[in-house]
């Protein structure tokens, strides 16, 4: 696993904010975290040139102001941004939802487990963690 | 030259008194008559003149020309009659000559013709009489004339009027069976609330039938109608739509039609649909139209329209609920299920035996809460489906549904027997969901003890039963597929309100579920066209029947 990992969390819900930076911690307690409560804030964190690009993005989709579906496009126009990898975090199911977002550029679409042991799985894999280690 | 002695000139005068006494005694035969050709000696060549010759034509003339004529005395008998005349009256020649004109005069006209006879004699009269022979009727005009002083008798020229008076009873006739129709059509307008109109386009002449003026507010035929008067009615805010699709039908000379607003004399609005044509055809070039008071359909259209509309916004009203259940309900009940499961990994060791019981009932509860939305959900989409409908194998859905419940049937030890299953347009999706409840309770609700035994059979329903079934469309053929369980069943007085939502009859602890299996098979068939009830057997067990139509629309 690379070292020094930077997760760029956007996700208007401070709950599910914590209990995913716990469950992250669990997995590697080095990682480090960048949040924004909106799509907006997250916008315009990404693009401030000063702070240093994450390396994963895990982005909700229903937000206030802008949703996670612009965030997402806004991303995606950006020559600096486009590259990091956005993972869809939300309690949607959707199935149609998630194919459109894909076709928009998202890496991956995730619902949000009940169970926040999941969280630490999910995690594991995305971020290249063998299943079953630590 | 020589000169004439006394006796020449004597002997040529004689001899001329003799020429002279001759030409005059040719003279009396020839009106005598006692003369039938005389001679003439013409360069000592003696040339023959036959009175015949001068007469024949006009014998000829008066035997052949197509009337008829005849000569009558005074007295009234028939000296002479044509041919034509004897077959007129269809009556041998020597016959008529010899009888007497007034026995062939019908007795209505006979008076009117001894008067005009009584003129004749005094020189000529022409009148319209009817002759009667052998019982026929012949409407005849008559000219008459003296031929006194040369004869004492009285010529008649005959014109056969049969034709003439058959063409006027056919037309009075024509007449007679138009007024009938223009009836029969001026009542149908009034029954139909329909009215026309003809437009002269050659003379500008507009013709309204009686109900257009009822229509208008009008008494039949209570004013000349006119272009002017008829756009009068017309309402102004409709004029110049109805001008520019005139002038366009007017020149594709397509069939026009349009509904536009009048203004009654009453002034009432009211909605005209008109249908015009025009003809246009040599010697005739005319806009014929008829109009319907559309009025109540345009009022019931818009009220539908509005009921659309509302209906329009429920179902987006619906449509943001069921974003909101799936989304905004969820979200908070996923919270309660990953803190409650947090507290009691944290505090595993801590918590006291109660209280991880009461940890347990609130997973439990918020578990079912989410089941419950999810089912919710669920039953909305139904409705939203519209499309989606292809021949489906039923067998193949059912064994598909069978192969989702192996586990549950191999643990319970059911048995079941499918008979086969007709292929029917259907939603795929939805029937695999309505088997899938159907199959899913008659595995759960089986009597303690007893593997659950499950029946599937359909038939075709015949068309008297398609009747004693509300809701189902006759003109469709329907199958019933019955499942029939050994389970629990139910009370008959609870087999309407099993299909309700949220209705259960049996208790959670005992068979959980969120009540709102039936009530999704009921939505589904409904989609179908179809329909399901349930029939509860004596010693328990249930029989659900789904009627599912053969095909979605009559024609296909």
Known sequence: MKENITIFIVDDDEDDRILFIESAKEVDEKIKFVTASDGQEAVRILKDERTPLPDYIFLDLRMPRISGRQCLEEIMKDERLRHIPVFIYTTSRDVTDSIELKKQGAVHFISKPENPNDIYYILSIVLDEKWGQN | MATATSEDMLSEVEDLKFHLSEALEAIDAIKTGSVDAFAIRKDGKPEVFTLQSLDYSYRVLIERFGEGALNVTQEGLIIYCNSYFSTLIDTPNEKVIGSYIFDLISSETREKFNEHFMLAIQGGSKTEITLSVNNKIIPVYISLCSLQPQLPTVGMIVTDLSEKKNNERRIIDYQHRLQVHNKIFNLAEEIAGIGS????????????????????????????????????????????????????AFENKSPLQLTYRIVSKDREVKYFRITEKIIDEPGQKMIIGTTQDVTSDIIHMEALKKKNSELEYLNKSLDQFASIASHDLQEPLRKIRTFTMLLKQRFDGALNVDASGLIDKIKGSSERMSLLIHDVLNFSRIVHTESGFMKTDLNQILDNTLADFDLLILEKGASIRKGNLPAIESIPLQINQLFHNLVGNALKFSKNGIPPALTISSRILPPEEIGNTSNLNRQLLYSEIAFEDNGIGFEQQFAEQIFSIFERLNCQQQYSGTGMGLALCRKIVLQHQGGIRAEAKENGGATFYVLLPLTQSADI
Not at chain 2, 216 to 228: A, D, K, N, T
Not at chain 2, 230 to 237: A, G, Q, R, T, V
């Open chain 2, 197 to 248: 109109y003809q437009w002269n386009l050659q003379t500008g002449e507009l013709i309204y039938s009686d109900n257009l003026f009822r229509m208008l507010g009008y008494l039949p035929q209570e004013f000349v109608p006119s272009i002017g008067k008829h756009l009068s009615f017309i309402h102004p805010k409709d004029k110049e739509q109805l001008n520019q699709t005139i002038v366009e």
